[in-house]
């Protein structure tokens, strides 16, 4: 509503005098205001802040008359009254000097400014006044108050009397009141019966009038507070009477607030005690409470002291209340705080020392509310106040304190919009964002207009779409508009303004005209003097050419716009609807206004000036027509008004007579008459509605919503049957909730739930602070105040408040409405923990408790599991019983949990059951969700719980051992198992067979974090777990997912070459070669290869071409320096090479297929994960690399035909990294089988070839001999008939089949009664191999490769020849992208 803004600022004084002010009252215009010091009495302008004149009591009056005390304006700013502390009343003339002024405006030369125009100097120039002493009364009693009525001064006194004091002289004498003779009574009608409650000896310590009230609000000095007022508008003694309140006897100040009828008394405990009147029975009627609460302030909210100034800002809508030990605050007109300078940076420095408290001993509202007066008590007069550098002035005790408003307290009409508009005095604040970015469909342009949609007025609702608006509210920033300074000179203040539903266009109202601004042109245009209702086109300029004038009949005071209807609030309490047609005449359209229908008030108006808002709504009742016709449901229904907080209603009169009476003329629009007003709510600020209609959320946008300042939020919900079934008769259409709100709200967004508004907040700057200044600054002793936008969901409110009401019905109706908002979880969490913390945490004992309903009602929805353990993880553990015992077991909801294959929830629920349950059940439920993640692949949520279940091993429940946190990694590139380990592809047979024979668990360095969980024999506990993992990985393994596989050990650093070697006469043993060949095509997306058709005649058959992982041409073996394709596993040895040759141009009749032909002096290695994956051409699809001193390639069309072929036969290369990694895996694990497939899949005849070469070198067994033989067998009869693309390859090979025949009857019989070792044995690796690996991981070049992989093999084996180092393949590394 009121907001801070910046600093404080101190006004200068040119005064020579030390004194400090005592008093400060501005004048009922707000144009000046007046400063009082004990002798001096001076009068200042308000806009700039300066001096005007001064008067300096001599000192032989000052000791006749006493110090000044108070004063008091004359209503037409022409008088005033000064009270002195000797009874005295010094009446002062305050005259303009005429054509004279102090300070004119200059302007640089050039400016468009003109100061020829009228009243130029009247408008922007500081007049020059002249200020003397009039007349002197002297009451001879001590004065305690001064209070202007009208055209007369009352005067309270110590003697117990009342002063009637005419300001025209005195002309008419003065009339003398004794408070003795006035009746008191708690009611009216007591009182006029002459009733006394022993008002004898006291008089008035404070008391100000009420123009609506007719009388005064009175506090006395025993503390009792009462409220006097006339039979007639004559003040005497035989016309007064009293009411007083028997609930307040520490009364100290008083303040009333004429527009809501509201007085506000301060009380001496602190707290301010706000009474109405009742008009029916008379009675001081107690309305609500202001007082800080022991939860928000809990150091200050009893050591405030007495109350000690209440002041009403100008428009009525809020109130600042300061107390005598210092502070302020301000407060809504029922009591919503809104600032508080009781705590946070304004008590508080950056480095926590306390500051004093602002005392404040006399403070006065600005124009429109934008600006605060305050005289700072803390300013004592022993401080040192420097002059600047021109000796003229000097800093003093006033401070002025800047606002920025809700325009909701000056045009209560925008309260139908969705937008959130803040004024201040030269700027407007708006949330609707950048309005180019957001135009509607139909104003696609700013022409558009003038094309409206046919069968739709162009005055109706344009508003965009909730998703669309609340997009725009989104983000935190204000867009500010600087208001034009041309119309802010001659028309400030600013009293209203407004924006359209789409926000692009803004109007601001000053003292005459108005103007426009565009926020799609950013161009403002201006008018000037107003006297009529005008209607202008937004396309236009602001000229009566292209204006509507409608004549009024009495002067308008409000003014609201419902679609195409304009509704008027006349003077004379009467409203008047208005209806604007759109008419195209020629390229200037204009618009037509008629008068509908008008409605008299007077009956129920005491006072015009008492109605706050009236709108037009839709709003009714019957809430079924929405549903039978949804077009009628949206018409002009109701009218609502606000008078002094008071929601009224009036609504259509739907009697048969008027229904038949409309039918029987269709043709002339005809309005029903309306009924007699209902009041619906007490305490209203404002008021929302909209007149859209959506099927699917008719609850929410056929409400009302109301804010109730300290009382919340209500909001009048609509009923409506279910399945449109007739409604019970007992059931109300329509339903008032209340719910409270943390946050003041100024718009509503009615489809997404959500209420906007602002809030302050403050900046320290304490840096600006110098040990060697002689006074604190201003931005020290105050932060900076930012205003920053806020919002609120309210909808789990009002399930709530219908569950509260056993409307159970109506609230899964509602909320199955907004089940598609984002936050609708939230909601369901909100609801719940709410009533959780009130119901577990009562003291008393809870007869119908809520909690029940409240997860009987959240099961209906498909998200109750994660609302309950986001509920109670959110929640102290001493409430989880309270909670558990409504919503249901935690074990059976983990058991839902899992069935649902909601893993993560469920993770949520073992942290209730390792609290609530014994570790045996944890680690059971534990189990249950390892298993399950293992085969969802849920790895992060796997790596948890292993941390979890070796927590309840080790006993360290409360602070189990930390988990490097991972990224799942995309695992199309590699595996992240292998981002730390390096390895060595290009090894010799002698090499391989000696780990062969090694029965032992190969540990390694693998996970980010470069170590591994290490598995402790000892401990039961991780024994369990690495059976899980064997148990999974044996399972991955059978089920052919090699992809899997090694995800999986990357993921959880499983140590699977050790536990292959184990299993690779068992589970990693390949029983179907076929099947696992067509499962790892289908696995990595890897495409079978087929036979071109022209591969007769193709000129590969020559044999320049052979078979391997990247495709390259050697051009010429003459030709040196050519760098060679890095196949990834080269040749053993020249036999080996030897052999390849062979087999590669056997029969001439065979298929050839592409394989790089390498040079014996040529390096093999494949190079460091880099290269594969970023410097690499090859991986990329280029198949040859020549340097620049290399002859250009020249291919035939046939050879591009082949090459494009060959190409298409390979998978993508994140397969093919994979695959390589996964063959060095099985490699190293002795799983020959599997390598097999793999180097059948890569057709990769030197791994075939080098596995061959261990089976003859090495004591391998022999069925695993005999498995390969019947495998390769098998895949080759296979590939005879369902793929002939194997054909090739499998010809290439055939050689080294025929061999492995011969190996394997020659081995198969005597090993068939050779024992076999014991699987289950588990040994280190050995430390040369870890060693080797961890050298070879520096490798990034083929440089470095070459030179390391000599110092591992050199390392490994001192046997090792030099011309095999020269074949050995560098290490590399794979990082996951």
């Known amino acids: 509503m009121y907001f801070l803004s910046g600093w404080p600022k101190r006004l200068l004084c040119p005064l020579e005098s030390m004194e400090q002010p005592l008093h400060i009252q501005a004048d009922p215009q707000k144009t000046f205001f007046t400063v009082l010091f004990p002798s001096q009495l001076s009068i200042w302008y308000s806009r700039p802040s300066v001096l005007i004149v001064s008067y300096k009591e001599p000192s032989k009056s000052t000791s006749q008359f006493g110090p000044y005390k108070g004063a008091e304006w004359r209503p037409n700013s022409t008088m005033i009254a000064v009270s002195t502390v000797n009874g005295y009343i010094l009446f002062f003339d305050l005259l303009s000097a005429r054509e004279k002024y102090i300070y004119e405006p200059v302007y640089p030369k050039g400016s468009s400014h003109v100061k020829g125009t009228l009243h130029y100097k009247e408008e922007q120039c500081v007049p020059s ?232 001993t006399s403070m006065s509202w600005g124009s429109e509310g934008y600006h605060l007066w305050v005289i700072d008590g803390n300013f004592s007069q022993n401080t040192k106040c420097k002059r600047d550098a021109k000796n003229e002035a000097h800093q003093f005790s006033i401070l002025q304190f800047q606002f920025i408003k809700s325009v909701l307290t000056v045009n209560p009409c925008m309260s139908n919009q969705e937008q959130v508009l803040l004024q201040g005095e030269d700027r407007l604040y708006l949330n609707c964002g950048d309005a180019k970015r957001v135009q509607s469909p139909r104003n696609t342009s700013l022409h558009s207009e003038h094309k409206p949609a046919r069968g739709r007025s162009p005055f109706s609702d344009g508003g965009l779409d909730s998703r669309g608006l609340s997009t725009l509210l989104g983000h935190r920033h204000w867009h500010v508009v600087q208001i034009h300074s041309t119309y802010l000179e001659s028309n400030w203040p600013i009293r209203f303004s407004a924006i359209d539903k789409l926000g692009q266009n803004v109007a601001v109202v000053g003292k005459f005209g108005f103007a426009h601004y565009s926020l799609l042109t950013e161009k403002w245009k201006l008018f000037g003097n107003i006297v009529q209702l005008r209607t202008y086109l937004q396309t236009s300029n602001l000229d009566n050419t292209f204006a509507y004038i409608t004549k009024v009949q009495a002067a308008t005071l409000l003014l609201s716009v419902f679609r195409d209807i304009v509704i008027l609030f006349r003077a004379d309490c009467s409203i008047c609807l208005y209806s604007i047609e759109r008419r195209p005449d020629g390229l200037n359209p204009t618009a037509s206004v008629q008068v509908l229908q008008e409605v008299s008030m007077s009956r129920y108006i005491p006072h015009p000036f008492l109605v706050v808002s009236v709108t037009l709504t839709s709003v009714r009742t019957e809430t079924s027509i929405s549903l039978k016709m949804p077009q009628q449901a949206c018409e002009a229904e109701s009218i609502m008004l606000n008078l002094a907080g008071q929601l009224i209603m009036l609504q259509r009169d739907r009697s048969g007579l008027q229904i038949r009476e409309k039918d029987n003329n269709p043709n002339q629009r005809k309005f029903l008459p309306f009924c007699a007003p209902v009041v619906l709510a007490q305490s209203v600020e404002n008021v929302w509605t909209t007149c859209r209609l959506e099927k699917q959320k008719h609850h929410l946008l056929e409400a009302l919503w109301l804010s109730c300042g300290g009382a919340g939020m209500k909001v009048w919900l609509p009923l409506f049957p279910r399945d449109h079934r007739k409604p019970h008769s007992f059931l109300s259409r329509r339903i008032m909730l209340p719910f409270h709100i943390n946050i003041y709200p100024l718009a509503v967004l009615f489809e997404d739930a959500l209420f906007l508004g602002a809030v302050n907040d403050t900046v320290l700057y304490d840096c600006l602070y110098t040990q060697t200044s002689t006074r604190e600054h201003l931005e020290v002793l105050f932060p900076f105040c930012i205003v920053e936008r806020t919002s609120q969901i309210y909808l789990h409110h009002i399930l709530r408040q219908l569950l509260v009401r056993n409307l159970g019905e109506q609230a899964l109706l509602l909320a199955h409405s907004c089940a598609t908002l984002p936050y609708f979880p939230h909601v369901l969490e909100l609801m719940l923990h709410e009533v959780l913390e009130e119901e577990a945490t009562s003291r008393e004992p809870i007869p119908d408790p809520l909690l029940p309903t409240v997860a009987k009602f959240i099961t209906e929805f498909p998200l109750f599991l994660q609302t309950v353990v986001h509920c109670a993880r959110k929640t102290e553990y001493a409430l989880w019983n309270y909670l558990f015992a409504a919503v249901g077991n935690p074990k059976d909801l983990f058991e839902e949990c899992l069935m649902a294959q909601d893993l993560d929830t469920a993770a949520s629920y073992l942290i209730i059951l390792q609290n609530m349950e014994a570790p045996t059940v944890s680690r059971q439920h534990a189990t249950l969700l390892f298993n399950t993640a293992l085969e969802r692949e849920k790895w992060d949520l796997c790596r948890h ?433």
Not at 132 to 145: G, W
Not at 221 to 243: C, H, K, M, P, W
Not at 341 to 346: A, K, Y
Not at 952 to 976: D, N, V, W
């Open 945 to 1377: 719980l292993i941390r979890f279940l070796k927590a309840i091993g080790s006993r360290e429940l409360e602070t189990p051992p930390a988990t490097p946190t991972l990224q799942e990694p995309s695992l199309s590139g590699g595996f992240e198992f292998f981002r730390h380990r390096s390895i060595s592809l290009s090894q010799s047979a002698e090499n391989l067979h000696s780990k062969f024979n090694l029965q032992k668990t190969l540990s390694m360095i693998s996970g980010p974090s470069g170590k591994r969980w290490i598995t402790d024999c000892d401990c039961a506990e991780n024994m369990y777990i690495d059976m899980m993992l064997w148990r999974h990985a044996r399972h991955l393994l059978e089920e052919i997912k090699l992809k899997d596989l090694g995800c999986f050990a990357a993921q959880l650093s499983f140590e699977l070459i050790g536990w292959l070697r184990k299993e690779r006469t068992r589970a990693a043993c390949v029983e179907d070669f076929v099947i696992a060949l067509k499962k790892l095509h289908e696995d990595f997306l890897w495409p079978f290869p087929v036979i071109p058709a022209s591969s007769i005649n193709s000129p590969f058959k020559t044999g320049m071409y052979r078979t391997g992982t990247f495709l390259n041409v050697e051009m010429d073996t003459g030709v040196p320096n050519i760098p060679r394709s890095h196949s990834w596993l080269g040749t053993i040895s020249s036999s080996q090479r030897e052999i390849d040759t062979i087999s590669f141009y056997g029969p001439p009749m065979q298929d050839a297929v592409l394989s790089p032909l390498l040079n014996k002096d040529d390096e093999c290695s494949i190079g460091s994960a880099t290269d594969l994956t970023e410097t690499s051409s090859m991986v990329d699809g280029d198949w040859t690399m020549v340097d620049e001193n290399s002859s250009s390639l020249s291919l035939t069309q046939s050879e591009l035909e082949h090459l494009s072929l060959e190409l298409a036969c390979k998978g993508p290369r994140k397969s093919q990294v994979q695959l390589q990694y996964l063959l060095h895996i099985f490699m190293e694990a002795g799983c020959l089988d599997w390598c097999i497939i793999i180097g059948f899949i890569l057709r990769e005849s030197s791994v075939i070839n080098q596995i061959f070469s261990i089976m003859q070198s090495s004591d391998i067994d022999g069925e695993i001999c005999q498995n390969i033989k019947t495998g390769l067998h098998a895949i080759d009869k296979w590939a005879s008939t369902d793929c002939p693309g194997y054909k090739p390859f499998l010809n290439i090979i055939k050689p080294q089949i025929q061999k492995l025949s011969e190996i394997t009857e020659e081995r198969v019989q005597p090993e068939a009664f050779q024992p076999v070792n014991p699987p289950n044995v588990t040994e280190q690796a050995s430390p040369g191999v870890e060693e080797s690996m961890t050298l070879s991981s520096h490798c990034t070049n083929p440089q470095s490769d070459a030179a390391n992989s000599s110092v591992i093999r050199h390392e490994e084996d001192k046997s090792t020849t030099e011309e095999k180092d020269s074949f050995q393949e560098g290490s590399y590394d794979c990082t996951v992208s």
């Open 129 to 360: 006044l002249n200020l003397h002493m009039k007349k002197v009364l002297d009451l001879q009693a001590s004065i305690s108050s001064l209070q202007c009525m009208v055209e007369d001064l009352l005067v309270a006194t110590a003697d117990g009397f009342l002063h009637l004091i005419h300001w025209d002289g005195m002309t008419n004498g003065r009339k003398v009141i004794n408070l003795c003779t006035v009746p008191f009574s708690v009611d009216l009608q007591s009182s006029r019966a002459g009733s006394f409650l022993g008002f004898e000896d006291v008089h008035i310590r404070d008391m100000e009038y009420c123009a609506t009230l007719n009388g005064f609000a009175v506090v006395f000095n025993d503390g009792r507070i009462g409220f006097i007022t006339s039979i007639s508008s004559r003040f005497t003694a035989e016309q007064l009477y009293g009411v007083c309140s028997q609930d307040v006897v520490d009364g100290t100040c008083v303040a009333v607030n004429n527009k809501y009828r509201l007085m506000a008394f301060g009380c001496a405990n602190g707290s301010v005690q706000v009474y109405t009147m009742d008009i029916t029975t008379g009675v001081m009627q107690f309305s609500h409470k202001l007082e800080l609460t022991p939860k928000q302030y809990p150091d200050i909210w009893n050591k405030t002291g007495p109350v000690k100034l209440i002041k009403w800002s100008p428009d009525g809508c809020a109130v600042m209340v300061t107390w005598e030990f210092g502070g302020m605050s301000l407060w809504s007109v029922f009591g919503a705080q809104l600032i508080c300078t009781l705590g946070g940076d304004f008590v508080y420095r950056s480095d926590g020392t306390k500051k004093d408290p602002l005392k404040i």
